[in-house]
């Protein structure tokens, strides 16, 4: 049982497109988390929502709490985008706070 | 700010030896989560820490171990390493639970 999932798993753009990965999940959340992976390992946060909308430069993710459903847009990608992108959820069941994440989206855009 | 430091960076292991990897927080950051990514499993939760109590636990056996330090540093213990602990584990800190996580750079465990 996959609590979240991302779609597609891959994908190849041109420079210049415009870009969207869809997350879905299971579970009711206190936040989603949008994370950036770049090669070699190295993990940055680019968004947490509970609700909205948020923006930062071409970056713009979005949510639906009622449709457990999240969005991640790149507007006028670039190469330096290439990239996983990863949806984490985070909630707090019986158990205690929990984090889930989605297997990612390969992300490479052509020059 | 520095950021979030791990040591080491790499490592490489025995089976059945066990491990002891460091992380220290941003300076002022209480919560430390501990992950571990493979790529079969990708990114699971081991757990989080926060003024040095363990608040939340993954779904991790017990051989995996954790503690956190009067300074938020962290640490985590494998013993008895196993082969499919080969992975890399990252630690995050934050300011607290609905506050954004920054990444370190990752200790690769390399188990043969």
């Known amino acids: 049982k996959n609590e979240v999932e991302q779609s597609p798993q891959n994908l190849t753009a041109q420079e210049g497109e415009f870009i969207t990965i869809n997350c879905s999940y299971s579970?009711?959340?206190?936040?989603l988390h949008w994370l950036q992976q770049h090669p070699g390992g190295g993990i940055v946060s680019l968004f947490m929502?509970?609700?909205g909308k948020k923006k930062h430069g071409r970056l713009i993710a979005t949510i639906n709490i009622q449709e457990k459903h999240s969005s991640l847009h790149i507007t006028a990608s670039h190469p330096r985008d290439s990239a996983v992108y990863i949806c984490?959820?985070?909630?707090?069941?019986?158990?205690?706070?929990?984090?889930?994440f989605g297997t990612g989206t390969s992300l490479t855009v052509i020059p | 700010k520095a950021g979030v430091t791990q040591t080491p960076r790499y490592l490489i292991k025995t089976r059945g030896q066990q491990v002891t990897l460091s992380c220290s927080p941003i300076?002022?950051?209480?919560?430390v989560s501990w992950y571990q990514q493979t790529p079969g499993q990708g990114l699971q939760f081991l757990f989080e820490?926060?003024?040095?109590?363990?608040?939340n636990k993954g779904n991790f056996p017990g051989r995996f171990s954790g503690r956190q330090f009067s300074n938020s540093r962290s640490e985590m213990n494998v013993s008895t390493l196993e082969l499919g602990d080969s992975a890399l584990y990252l630690c995050?800190?934050?300011?607290?639970?609905?506050?954004?996580?920054?990444f370190g750079p990752g200790t690769r465990l390399t188990v043969t």
């Open positions: 820490y926060f003024s040095e109590t363990q608040r």
């Open positions: 929502l509970s609700s």
């Open positions: 984490a959820v985070f909630f707090t069941p019986d158990t205690g706070n929990q984090f889930y």
């Open positions: 300076s002022g950051h209480r919560s």
């Open positions: 579970v009711g959340i206190s936040a």
């Open positions: 995050a800190s934050s300011l607290a639970d609905d506050y954004e996580q920054y």
